[in-house]
């Protein structure tokens, strides 16, 4: 496998900066650059010690780099693959902490050389949360991180990045671009499609009137919108998808309600809650969730 001495962050928000952090506690013999555009960021990245070195350079960050992970909103990454291709020593592994994959392999593809190897990552963790200011070095302990193959993506540098997010406290698991697309479109993205349209059908002066189930269940709409704008933009058909397998069901409810059918009813809410106990339960074997 590929031996690491330097690891490139571009991008210093809650992920990008909570890479950093746990880089530096996981894999402490390693270097980490991060790179910020704004100098507020900078300057923020600097007083908590996020990465060993900060600078407004992208070519100058990554021109040493052994692995690069993008950590900005999705629609940057064929920008950025484009301005650094050139500065990149031969061998170098680029990956990213984004939720959509088919189209970053895509630009991947069409814009790094022969030379580069890029896998994709998806940690599957975070929080409604922006900033470096919220960046923690133990945000992967125990998080699961898929990463995607093509065809022909190196397998050396699957393996790499296997043990990588590995040392970090990740579980690590293999997917396709498309499989890894579909399942987090329903998942993932779907969930805050629908929390942004639960807040939205409601006025503020009756949500100042709402108790915590309904802050629980709108919680991930407080999500960056730029990043958000993005992750639903490059997953559309998959999103589109599960908007309308979310309708078929309200409209199954709407039917029940409006003809007092209380059986259907009662099945559907039963259906809700027994899936619901059933992945509860998963979690807290898995240790994704502490009782």
Not at 221 to 246: E, F, K, M, Q, Y
Request: hydrophobic share 40%; charged share 25%.
């Amino acid at each position: 496998m590929k031996e690491l001495r330097q690891i490139t962050v571009v991008g210093l928000g809650l992920l990008g900066g909570s890479a950093a952090l746990a880089i530096l506690r996981s894999l402490p013999g390693v270097k980490v650059t991060g790179y910020a555009h704004r100098p507020a960021t900078r300057r923020k990245a600097k007083k908590l010690a996020i990465a060993i070195e900060i600078t407004d350079d992208i070519i100058k960050s990554v021109s040493q780099a052994d692995m690069v992970i993008l950590a900005t909103p999705i629609c940057t990454f064929e920008k950025i693959f484009s301005k650094i291709a050139g500065s990149l020593p031969r061998g170098s592994i680029i990956t990213d902490i984004g939720s959509t994959k088919v189209l970053p392999h895509r630009w991947a593809e069409k814009r790094l050389p022969d030379t580069i190897h890029y896998v994709g990552s998806h940690p599957i963790a975070g929080s409604e949360q922006r900033g470096v200011e919220f960046a923690r070095d133990d945000l992967f302990d125990q998080a699961l991180c898929i990463l995607t193959t093509a065809p022909k993506t190196n397998r050396q540098a699957v393996l790499t990045l296997r043990k990588f997010w590995s040392d970090l406290g990740c579980r690590v698991k293999l997917m396709t671009l498309k499989e890894h697309d579909r399942i987090f479109a329903n998942v993932s993205h779907l969930p805050h499609v629908t929390a942004a349209a639960l807040t939205n059908a409601n006025n503020l002066e009756e949500l100042k009137l709402a108790g915590k189930g309904f802050i629980d269940t709108s919680r991930i709409a407080s999500g960056p919108t730029n990043i958000w704008a993005d992750v639903l933009l490059t997953n559309a058909s998959n999103i589109n998808h599960g908007i309308d397998r979310i309708i078929v069901e309200l409209s199954k409810l709407k039917k029940a309600i409006k003809h007092q059918d209380r059986k259907q009813i009662e099945k559907l809410l039963e259906s809700a809650r027994s899936k619901r106990a059933a992945l509860i339960n998963y979690k807290m074997k898995k240790r994704e969730l502490i009782s």
